[in-house]
């Protein structure tokens, strides 16, 4: 346990931002879940909302910085990918 008084804020300050992070990673998860979801009961008009959803909340994240721009970039091109596979 840390005793000076600026490690114990860091602590505090650490467990918050950790906290965010877990919220909104998960929200990302589940943008990309229902995303697929839609994409596997072939509803392409669905898809297509869903993953412009889903790309704006981990366009969102990686501003944030809770993960990383090329990662976010990565997730958004595969999620283009399955949803161009479904059009043609």
Do not use: P, Y
């Not at 994409?39 to 898809?47: I, L, Q, R, S």
């Not at 976010?72 to 596979?85: F, G, H, M």
């Amino acid at each position: 346990m840390a005793n000076i008084k600026s490690a114990k804020k860091r602590i505090k300050v650490i467990d918050k931002k950790t906290a965010l992070n877990r919220v909104r990673k998960s929200q990302v998860k589940t943008a990309i879940r229902r995303f697929e979801e839609a994409v596997n009961a072939g509803n392409v008009e669905e898809a297509t909302q869903r993953f412009q959803f889903a790309q704006k909340k981990i366009s969102q994240v990686a501003s944030k910085g809770t993960i990383h721009k090329n990662a976010a970039a990565r997730k958004v091109a595969k999620l283009a990918q399955k949803l161009n596979s479904m059009n043609a």
